[in-house]
């Protein structure tokens, strides 16, 4: 038979044991508000993943002297809403930007066990209720917000209890997590490494190679060809419309590199062009069939943006940073989009992208790959074949994914559940 319970009164807590109290953070934590500089205090993050060292990603400014102490043992949180889960206890002594607020717990009480409640998604929604800001998705929620906050208050002994259970049973579950992250990084290099061996290797078993004299490519079959990919596609750089006559409504939409992704086309941040097509514009109408890919720096760390072009997209039009290829005679479109969506390509234009601030190859660079081609009749062997594997390993990758989806909401709901007291830690 399960503990009585009581209702808290409070929508994001819900029912609590009878026993348990209910107070305010206020009651539990005061704020620390020494301004330090960074020269004597070392730089700390306030990430999703806790408090570490600053990292090398972050933001930096000259304000060496607007900063935050934060000692060990202090809790931490990021006050925006845009840094939602940003929070934890500190392992050091340190600074922090002033956007986090940073609260030294008082006596009688587990700070392990608030900072799992602190943790769990309800509270993340509450804290940014009592916020303030211009815009719905980007607030700050004070100190004096803050501590306004009710929470559930367990005896001493109870937190200690529900922290200790929820730092073991959630390492499992983490390394289980950690176990899952790890295997689909293994089929996605598998799936990588089919497409390698296929389009270098082919699918008909041992044969006679030859060395070729291109360092990344080795050998490939003898009777296979080596040449630019520009001799047997149509690519064509997309069309630098005016900024200034777009339009977030209506129209013809216009392909960006944000739109082009490994999983296909996504026609979310979408603009349009309203204004006619004329004959200056009708080579970049988009055609189905036709492969789209992505120029800017963003193609080299997400996996190649390379997309097909489906009924469903067009008619849209190319946008600059972005190209259109189109297979000629003697290759088939689905051997080009594997070759460019294989390492190969990607590790070979890797050291040649130019520009500063925005990174990218250019249609040049694209045209001028050196490719390995089979005849037609082989070319239709590997694609069979890798559009069967391909198909088998990304089905593997989704169902690991829905793993970690539900083993993280598990997690969460388990988290909820034993600091609000409605499931008890066995005995």
């Known amino acids: 038979m399960g503990r009585a319970m009581k209702d808290s009164g409070v929508e994001w807590i819900g029912e609590i044991p009878e026993e348990w109290n209910l107070g305010r953070i206020g009651e539990i934590y005061a704020e620390r508000k020494i301004k330090v500089s960074d020269t004597e205090y070392p730089p700390l993050s306030v990430t999703m993943k806790g408090i570490v060292p600053q990292l090398s990603t972050a933001a930096k400014t000259d304000a060496h002297d607007d900063r935050k102490l934060v000692c060990k043992g202090d809790f931490a949180i990021n006050s925006r809403s845009d840094r939602r889960g940003s929070c934890g206890i500190s392992s050091y002594d340190g600074s922090v930007s002033l956007i986090n607020t940073i609260l030294r717990p008082r006596k009688d009480m587990n700070p392990r066990y608030y900072n799992w409640l602190f943790h769990t998604s309800m509270f993340a929604d509450e804290f940014y209720k009592w916020g303030h800001g211009i815009v719905d998705d980007l607030w700050t929620t004070n100190w004096q917000d803050m501590k306004n906050i009710f929470i559930p ?16 049973l ?10 899952t ?31 070729r004299g291109i360092a990344w490519l080795k050998s490939i079959p003898s009777t296979w060809k080596i040449v630019p990919i520009k001799y047997f596609i149509d690519i064509l750089a997309g069309y630098a419309f005016s ?104 590790e070979t234009l890797l050291t040649d992208t130019t520009g500063i601030s925005v990174p990218h190859i250019s249609t040049g660079q694209v ?21 069967e594997k391909c198909i088998e390993i990304d089905a593997l990758i989704t169902q690991k994914k829905q793993l970690l989806t539900e083993l993280e909401n598990y997690k969460k709901s388990l988290i909820y559940e034993y600091v609000t007291g409605k499931k008890e830690v066995p005995s």
């Open 170 to 179: 959630c390492a499992q579950i983490d390394s289980v997590l950690e176990k």
């Open 153 to 168: 208050i367990p005896s001493a002994n109870e937190q200690q209890i529900i922290a200790s259970f929820l730092d073991g």
């Open 181 to 211: 992250r790890s295997t689909i990084e293994e089929y996605k290099l598998l799936r990588q490494t089919v497409i390698t061996q296929a389009v270098t290797k082919g699918v008909r078993g041992e044969r006679l190679m030859k060395d």
């Open 367 to 387: 045209g001028n790959f050196l490719i390995s081609l089979p005849s037609i009749q082989e070319q239709k062997e590997i694609v069979v074949y890798l559009d």
């Open 243 to 346: 900024s200034d006559d777009f339009d977030t409504n209506t129209g013809i939409p216009l392909l960006r590199g944000v739109n082009v992704t490994p999983k296909g086309i996504r026609w979310n941040d979408v603009v349009f062009w309203n204004k006619n097509v004329d004959e200056q514009l009708e080579p970049y109408m988009l055609r189905a069939g036709d492969l789209v890919l992505g120029l800017d720096r963003p193609w080299i760390s997400e996996g190649t943006r390379i997309s097909w072009v489906s009924e469903k997209d067009i008619p849209s039009l190319l946008l600059q940073r972005v190209c259109r290829i189109r297979a000629k005679d003697g290759i088939l479109p689905a051997w080009i989009y594997y070759w460019l969506s294989n390492p190969l390509f990607m």
